[in-house]
């Protein structure tokens, strides 16, 4: 399936806002180059991490998104999602998945989250020096789905699941992970000790990798993953739900249900500055829910009353 590709020369100082609009209309990856190598080939692409900052003043940001995406009705929302800013020098072409799946691969390094999540791509071994029998390693293939670990809202939830580890909160538990994506926070919780997972998302590309990771891990009999029209209705001692600030509060109801008095929630994918708004909806159903931040994004987390 051909995707539609927008990439954009941008200076270090905007690249957050740009960055930050197009994930805000959708965009399924978005990845940094260099404005002044040579050949295509040669550019090195960089994917914003935790805590990393490309190094370059002037770059080219390019986005990915669905195939059949208008670029003139795209450029319209990018302008609503951010009047300040000037979409005029973004070009569009049409790419092969292929493309996309090769560039993501070669520039993910293993990352690790907390004490002891390893999120390592299909292809990549543990770092050296990196304790691994103490580590639970989720072995990736991000595929065409987001949950890379290399976005803060993804690395936000992936430390807060190895922090119930520790806690003891997850051994033997079952979880629910809303908006699942590659499956990575799944894969995660099942490596830290949970029995058994859910996933649930509406987008089919989110399932497939989310099926494929399950048998990468060797961890198939465990992770189910199911649309939102066939999940079933159960709740959980464990959920995680990484989808955008408006989703989280349009499926409040639903989300509270899927949590077991006194089981816990993380949600991610707010943006900083939406999280009172997240904590204003789940208050009715939650105690103790606290923000805590990570560049631009949020997580809100909170324990469902008894
Ligand atoms: C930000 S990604 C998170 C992926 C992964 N869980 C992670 O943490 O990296 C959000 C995912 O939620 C899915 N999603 C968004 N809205 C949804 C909804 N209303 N119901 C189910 N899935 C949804 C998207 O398709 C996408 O795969």
Redesign the pocket.
């Known amino acids: 399936m051909p995707f539609l590709e927008l990439t954009l020369p941008c200076t270090e100082a905007q690249q957050p806002r740009y960055e930050r609009a197009l994930e805000n209309v959708g965009a399924l990856a978005v990845t940094l180059a260099d404005q002044h190598a040579d050949a295509p080939d040669e550019q090195a692409i960089f994917e914003p991490g935790v805590g990393e900052q490309p190094l370059w003043n002037e770059m080219q940001l390019t986005a990915l998104f669905e195939g059949g995406t208008s670029p003139e009705l795209l450029l319209y929302a990018l302008d609503a999602a951010d009047e300040g800013l000037d979409w005029s020098r973004a070009s569009f072409r049409e790419v092969e998945d292929q493309d996309w799946e090769r560039a993501w691969m070669d520039q993910y390094e293993p990352l690790r989250f907390g004490r002891r999540t390893w999120i390592v791509p299909w292809n990549h071994e543990l770092p050296e020096g990196a304790d691994a029998d103490d580590a639970a390693v989720v072995r990736l293939d991000p595929g065409l789905?987001?949950?890379?670990?290399t976005?803060p809202?993804?690395a936000l939830?992936l430390a807060w699941l190895d922090e119930m580890a520790d806690e003891g909160a997850l051994a033997g538990q079952r979880v629910l992970?809303?908006?699942?994506?590659?499956g990575?926070?799944a894969l995660a919780a099942l490596k830290l000790g949970a029995a058994q997972a859910i996933g649930?998302?509406?987008?089919p590309q989110?399932l497939t990798a989310t099926d494929d990771n399950a048998q990468r891990n060797g961890v198939a009999d465990q992770l189910v993953a199911y649309s939102?029209e066939t999940e079933p209705a159960d709740a959980y001692p464990v959920v995680?739900a990484?989808?955008?600030a408006s989703?989280l509060i349009?499926?409040a109801d639903t989300l509270s249900a899927r949590v077991v008095p006194g089981g816990r929630i993380a949600m991610?994918?707010i943006l900083a500055g939406q999280e009172d708004e997240v904590i204003e909806r789940y208050r009715a159903d939650f105690d103790d829910l606290r923000a805590e931040r990570m560049e631009d994004w949020m997580r809100v987390t909170g324990v469902r009353r008894r």
Do not use: Q
Not at 177 to 182: H, R
Not at 200 to 203: A, E, G, H, L, S
């Open positions: 789905a987001f949950g890379s670990g976005h809202t993804t939830c992970d809303f908006g699942c994506g590659s990575i926070l649930v998302d509406n987008d989110a939102p995680v990484n989808i955008l989703a349009a499926l991610s994918g």
